[in-house]
């Protein structure tokens, strides 16, 4: 008997194969070139973010110089928002980091570029508080991004952001970024050991905590009668 | 981030695309072949028509073979009433008794299945070639002039098919349904190139008897005996050759019930006998068949179901889950925050890549409908647009709960359901 083998052909699957892997190549160098632009965007609105902390930080040493506390009003509100502007970007790199795969050629850097801002804008913020006597409340948010309450947290966060504006400002640590030393000095510092914990002011807190507790405690800083808190 | 969830995305993604790409490529290899053959001479043909309370459709059947464009003396029906308890018989035996000039054949069996009624048929046929007929379908009448010639071609030529379309479109599922089967006989069209057709639907399935007979047969305790007759045949290495050069209408379930179950008993159908033929699994000695297309009838529903699984429970159940933890931290004051969500929706968080690959494939897709479509002279408009958006979106996750329901069902044992 003749046993029959029936015809394979490789060269159709070998075809087939190199189609689909080239599709998949296409693919990838469409998302790295893709991410290139976003490094550059990234990184050039860390240089303007730098620019502006120069520039507000010279705003303050002008006031403090001059004792002129009549142009105070102008600056907080610009400093307000160089912090969000500073949260935003933080979502964005975040975002851009858990999405692409390919592409962690600067991430690290951008990183510690951004904690090194968020903690000079945290200083300017303590400094700045004296010499305008600012009635604002300022909250240091320590995070990681495995701890299960932190999204619930962050939310939380911007949501109470949206609601006081100006009157509340936020700096959010990524607690496991140890490449810059300063996040295990203010770890230390405020004796931080459980995810998410919030200092706020100079008072901390280890857990979640829901907006409603959250707002209290916010409200018990502020000196003046703040309408969000009535 | 590379996670578990990317990993069996993308896997499956490759298979997927191979898959299409591979059978394009067979199609710009081979394109749409008709035949346009003469039949040289006119063998004897019977023609079974299984029938079990089918007393609305069963006469139409009949008219729509005695109509046959073949010679009166050279065919006969076998009409096989499976145990019948409304009017069948009586309105066979009135055919009968009627159409003196034609030979029909009733045969009453006690009520013991599909395949049973097949090989009754079968023992009393006369015919070099026996044909099988669901008593819910419907020939024109040019069917055995193409199907036959293409017998001459070569002896291990086991079955031939003919394209099967739907004929009831009354409802949305109808018209879905027939998107679908003009897409299946395209496909069983490419596959019939490679020798590589793993089903030889009742409607019509023109089989050389001979073949049939020394395969022993039809199985009688199968759920899909027309897909288990199609896996011996290619077992033994005989051809199933599918046509698109003549239509076989069938009638198809109205609602959804009646589609699911009727998917259920075919795709359960499919995997026990894939499994019962697991020997030509990623077996060289079955070429194309044992090593490509076998494998992608089992693998195929598998895969997809783990990326339904998977894809509702990190894109859906998860973020939902986590979103309402989030509202409810906030005091359901969602308003608050509306501005901040379409601040976020930027371009920059688009993952340029995903976006690429899925429009690759909704491409590719595309264009094999199209092909689909022209290979059938079928406009794209047919049936208006929608059913075959509907087709695209919405009939891929009905394929997918009935093979759900299916592994469900294999799960927990239950085999034998009709």
């Known amino acids: ?230 | 981030m590379i996670t578990l969830t990317n990993i069996i995305m993308w896997v499956a993604y490759f298979i997927g695309l191979f898959t299409l790409v591979f059978w394009l490529i067979v199609f710009f290899e081979k394109g749409v072949i008709h035949t346009y053959k003469k039949l040289k001479r006119h063998p004897f043909v019977s023609i079974a028509v299984p029938a079990y309370n089918e007393e609305s459709t069963i006469e139409e059947t009949i008219y729509s073979l005695l109509k046959l464009d073949y010679p009166k003396n050279l065919f006969e029906v076998i009409v096989v009433n499976d145990g019948s308890n409304d009017k069948t018989k009586e309105i066979v035996e009135n055919v009968i008794s009627r159409e003196k000039e034609f030979n029909i054949v009733l045969i009453n069996q006690k009520n013991s299945g599909k395949g049973a009624g097949l090989n009754n048929a079968l023992a009393k046929a006369k015919g070099e070639f026996f044909v099988c007929l669901d008593a819910d379908s419907f020939i024109t009448p040019d069917a055995l002039q193409k199907i036959l010639p293409v017998f001459e071609d070569d002896r291990k030529i086991g079955v031939v098919l003919p394209m099967m379309k739907v004929k009831n479109t009354n409802t949305f599922l109808q018209k879905m349904q027939w998107c679908e089967y003009i897409i299946n006989n395209f496909a069983k069209k490419l596959m019939s190139y490679l020798d590589c057709c793993h089903v030889a639907p009742g409607p019509f399935s023109v089989y050389r008897k001979e073949i049939i007979q020394k395969l022993g047969g039809f199985s009688e305790d199968n759920l899909t005996e027309d897909l288990e007759m199609a896996l011996r045949l290619q077992k033994h290495n005989y051809k199933l050759i599918q046509l698109l050069d003549t239509v076989v209408y069938t009638k198809i379930p109205l609602n959804l019930k009646g589609f699911f179950k009727q998917r259920n008993r075919w795709y359960k159908g499919s995997v026990l006998n894939v499994l019962k033929y697991r020997q030509m699994l990623f077996n060289k000695k079955y070429g194309d068949f044992g090593m490509f297309h076998l494998p992608t009838v089992l693998f195929a529903a598998i895969i997809a179901l783990l990326v339904l699984v998977v894809s509702i429970y990190s894109y859906l159940f998860i973020p939902i889950l986590r979103q309402i933890k989030n509202i409810l931290a906030i005091n359901f004051d969602v308003p608050m925050l509306m501005g901040k969500w379409a601040e976020r929706v930027s371009f920059f968080n688009m993952n340029l890549m995903n976006i690429f690959l899925i429009v690759v494939v909704v491409l590719i897709t595309l264009s094999i409908i199209y092909f689909a479509y022209k290979s059938h002279h079928e406009r794209l408009a047919a049936h208006k647009y929608v059913p075959l958006i509907g087709y695209f979106f919405i009939y891929s996750i009905l394929i997918l709960l009935s093979w759900a329901w299916v592994f469900f069902d294999l799960a927990r044992g239950k085999v034998q359901k009709w």
């Not at chain 1, 700045?128 to 495995?146: H, M």
């Open chain 1, 1 to 230: 008997m003749v046993v029959e083998v029936r015809s394979l052909r490789k060269r159709r699957y070998l075809f087939a194969f190199l189609i689909t892997a080239a599709i998949f190549l296409i693919g990838m160098l469409v998302g790295y070139s893709f991410n290139i632009q976003k490094e550059n965007s990234l990184n050039e609105v860390m240089s303007n973010q730098r620019m502006d902390y120069d520039s507000l930080q010279l705003q303050y040493a002008f006031i403090d110089v001059m004792k002129n506390n009549g142009m105070c009003d102008g600056i907080s509100e610009t400093l307000s928002k160089s912090v969000s502007d500073l949260e935003e970007l933080r979502v964005r790199i975040e975002n851009y980091n858990k999405d692409d795969r390919f592409s962690m050629v600067d991430y690290q850097n951008l990183k510690r570029d951004y904690l090194l801002a968020q903690i000079k804008y945290w200083l300017l913020d303590k400094q700045s508080k004296e010499i305008c006597r600012r009635d604002s409340v300022s909250i240091l948010y320590f995070y990681t991004n495995e701890c299960a309450d932190c999204e619930t947290q962050s939310y939380v966060l911007t949501y109470l952001k949206e609601l006081f504006g100006e009157r509340l400002l936020v700096f959010s640590i990524d607690s496991e970024f140890k490449e810059e030393p300063l996040v295990d000095i203010l770890l230390k510092t405020y004796g931080v050991n459980e995810f998410p914990t919030l200092v706020i002011e100079e008072k901390s807190h280890s857990g979640l905590l829901e907006s409603d507790g959250l707002k209290e405690e916010v409200c018990s800083y502020f000196k003046d009668s703040v309408e969000q808190c009535k």
